[in-house]
């Protein structure tokens, strides 16, 4: 006979279009009643959403609860974790996924007990192909969510065992009626045979269908629902009108059912279709420059600040690991599906805001204690900088260091050359004062300069250096100005002229290679929405100048144009109209890599704008990297009926993480986006979606979603909800690179450019001009007890033929690191004896591994003792 299994929960956005403030204040009600009904009733049981977070925030003002928390858990009647927050699944780095579990596990199992072991991500809007490896990377071999299956096209039953890129699976359990497929409100309480004849059963019908399932997961909850009180009465009410056997039971048991399962399908691919649910294919261009923000601090954390702390505790210098995770809990708490995509009112926005402003402040405050610490135990001159280098192979090339110098008139020893980056003067201050041993005196403050100067470094494997620069006869090199309009070299070579900018590569000419296209939005934050009768309007490019150093050429292009101000200009006779100015630099390096930077400054309300690279294949496909892999895609015609099988059109707007690539015949483009998520392919070009501005939460009867609107808006009760800031005024800046490469598309050379693209200049002096260029500078007094450090130091070298995911403390040890080391390729790699010699094959959460080679599209993490 089917049993339908009836899963008590709550589903808990942290924040949405009320606030996490908000949401605090409901957990006071929602979770006392929850743990006072668990303690009456020892029938019944609870699942608190799958996230640590919100439980830190009740236990935080319900400090008393703790032991009852506890005392449940350990019974098997409260379900908690193992997210620490509901991640969204495709918009998020790799290791800011494999963190929020880290996070979430471990502190469930310091604080309250054993975490509920189930990949739960009830809510998020698609699911990227690999997500399945990185569960198991944290020994979770399952997977539950509502949104993005077709069982037409994808996989017949809502049970499927779901495979990743590579060797890894889970087993996957789709409700396609929702988290609130057996939702009870009071009126359903009130009359259960109308509820099961009505509702229930009639879900348990279709899933049963599908597949030809025997046992049926039915989530029963709602956002900030509270516990229905004797569920187990309810129950047998239910079972009195129901045709099916319906029976009370929670997520992980019901994991062992499937476990046990042989009969299940088989999918391989992201989860990302909109037909029994909304996936809002367009989210990832909403709100982009909180998207940039969120990924330069996760490339922050990762490339910075995390591997760092490793070489400082090498040092002596100790830096709290409660501090990194507070850190991470900050990023991680605007990676909510909800927040990260942006579909949230201005009220939450400002808060997300408050929290990258937090979080940066952290991750600086803690290079700026590792920094001076370090700078003092060496007696650092003011002539003297700290570079470090954060991977594990030695470098030598271009670094930019950041100083103050009294003149220009200076010059870096060993270095080839010396250019000024950047530059600001501040002039001569009277009457500044000082702490001296007997008091204050005061002096005048001599003037002098902030310089980025790009210099020759070579840099010892995760280690440090010390480089001098001196005063010189010759002053700092400023890149020379020209009006010509053509840089590169025989072989490569990029041109403007007559507003279209061409490059010609290894023989081979791509005409009107770069440009800029706007459109109306007539979307929300949930969906880009093409506005009926508007055309895209191309943005021209009015004049360049070239610039040369030398390290390296730039042409800059400048641009403006003429917009309707707002959407209802876009249509009219008569329209409000704005100038927008704009400029792109691309810059190209010595392996003939194209670096590219827009500055755009904004006036123009509800629309979208792309940058299209002209591609020279019209075959219209692609290939995206994601998280620790790569697919492949192509678009795929929308059928004609697509409104009566789907409830938004599937439009092909894919996404991609850091890189997308086209193959020709005997080469291929790469574009690497600097945290941009969205593009599409069209003919033989390439679209990616720099933003797409709106001042609507949520709107109904789009274009390309029909029917009601997201966010809630048109609910009964409900309002229409502004979102000015969302219209991103002001200036905005993207970022972005091009390799064209010979020969077959090779996955682990585009894995590694990406990399190595994201790798950091980090560099430290220690001066007395301006102690707010390191804000903490003047907070930091020297040890009484001085450590002793070498004068350059490198705390390991390994082969460059391996891509580095991740250096950090251990999570689970007081003491030690972990390297992740990540094959982002279709094959196997064996790893070296002496580096598998290095420490302990691990997983993410720091289990023992057997293992000796990385699968493809997989990890090896090896924690390292002190």
Known sequence: MVKAHLIQHTHWDREWYFTNEDAIVLSDQVFTEVLDELERNPKVNFCLDGQTSIVDEYVEINPESLPRIQKLIEAGRLFVGPWYAQTDALLVDAESILRNLI?????????????MMVGYLPDTFGFNANLPTLLQQANIDNFMCWRGLNFETMVPSPYFIWKGLGDKLVYAMNFPFGYMTGMMNLDAIADVPKFVTEKLDVAVEMLHNHGDNEDILVPSGVDQKSMVLNFDQIISEINASSKY?????????????????????????????????RVHRSIGSVRTQMKLNNFNLEQKILKRIEPLMVIAEKNGVRISKGLLRRLWKLVLQNQAHDSIGGCVSDNVMLDINHRIKQANEIADGIENLIFKRIADALSLKANQVLLFNTTPTDYRGPKTVHIVASSKAIQFKGSAYNVIENEKYYPERKNAYRMTAIGYEYFDEPAYYELDVKIEAQIPALGYTIVEFNDSQNELEIPKHTERTVIGNPDFQLSYEAGTVSLKANGIEYQDFIQLVDSANDGDTYDYSPLEGDKAVRLNFEHAKSFSDTVQESLVIYGNAILPKNLEDRLASQ????????????????????????????????????????VLDSSEKSIAQIQNGFVENLPIPVPADWQEKMVERPVNLEIFDKSISVVNDNDYLTVFADGLKEYQRIKNKLYITLMATTGELGKPNLKWRPGRASGDTTNEGHIMMQTPLAQ???????????????????????????????????????????????????????????????????????????????????????????????????????????VLKLGTVVNAVEEVQNQISILPYDYLSILIAK
Request: proline share 6%; net charge negative; with cysteine.
């Open 575 to 614: 329209p409000n109209q704005e100038k927008i100015n704009y400029q792109m630099t691309l810059s190209i390096d010595s392996q003939n890599v194209i670096e590219g930077k827009i500055i755009l400054e904004n006036k123009i309300y509800s629309h979208r704008l792309r940058l299209v690279i002209n």
């Open 103 to 115: 996070i979430g596990i471990s502190d469930t199992l310091n604080k309250y007990g054993k975490p």
């Open 245 to 277: 056997d319906n029976l009370i039971s929670d997520y992980p048991s019901y994991v062992e059912i499937m476990r046990n399962n042989r009969n299940l399908p088989e999918y391989k691919g992201e989860l990302r279709q909109p037909v029994y649910a």
């Open 728 to 834: 991103e005024i002001g200036q905005c800046d993207f970022t972005f690179g091009i390799a064209i490469s010979k020969g077959k598309f090779d996955e682990f050379k585009v894995a590694q450019q990406a990399e190595n693209r994201l790798q950091q200049s980090i560099s430290y002096q220690k001066q007395s001009l301006n102690v707010f260029i390191n804000r903490l500078d003047n907070k930091i007094w020297p040890l009484q007890e001085k450590l002793t450090i070498p004068e350059e130091f490198s705390l390991l070298e390994l082969p460059e033929n391996l891509i580095i995911s991740a250096i950090y403390p251990s999570y689970f040890h007081d003491t030690g690191f972990v390297i992740r080391f990540a094959n982002p390729t279709g094959k196997e790699q064996l790893m070296p004896e002496a």
